[in-house]
């Protein structure tokens, strides 16, 4: 457990000089308060929690690290985003990759500058393709590995702006292999 600590808080100082927190891979179950205060003088431009057991964010991290550009939450065990992180004016990359989200966060379609979100493999089964089709500023959405329904998927592949990455399914698949029979 020491050691977890004293790792967290080098990565602190470290991040006090570069600007990127970096605490992926720290068996972190939550962001620990001592880091708010530890990086209360650090104006963060992008923050990696990604590789550890974290079930949510709280609130607070939004008005905290304002200024983040890059948020890498992949390989956690969340299921929802609080809607204060639509207040992240600044983020342009979003990765909640690798989680148990069954829908895109609220926040999400809210965040004024979000250009990439990476959403891949959860457990997302519809998208408001309204919504996505609406945000300002989204130009890139990776969807692959998440169980679409049929319709929603359909409805996906049809939106121009932002691009959206689906995966190939096994229906897919199969209509490309008879395409190729030209009897």
Known sequence: ??????????RCEEAAESLRLDLSECQLMQVPDAVYH???HTELKGC???????????????????????????????????????????????????????????????????SKLNASHNHIVEIEVDRLEQTESLEDVDL??????????????LVTRPRVVLSVTAADASEEDWDDLNV
């Not at 304002?66 to 990765?95: F, G, Q, V, W, Y």
């Open 1 to 10: 457990m020491a050691n977890a600590v004293t790792r967290v808080v080098h």
């Open 144 to 157: 692959q590995e998440n169980p679409l329904t049929m319709p929603n998927r359909n409805a996906l592949q």
């Open 38 to 40: 530890l990086m209360r």
């Open 48 to 114: 990696n929690l990604s590789g550890n057991v974290i079930t949510k964010i709280p609130p607070k991290f939004a008005v905290k690290f304002s200024l983040i550009t890059d948020l890498n939450l992949s390989n956690n065990t969340m299921s929802k985003l609080p809607d204060e992180l639509a207040d992240l004016a600044a983020l342009e990359r979003l990765d909640i990759s690798h989680n148990a989200f069954i829908a895109l966060p609220h926040a999400v379609y809210k965040m004024p500058k979000l």
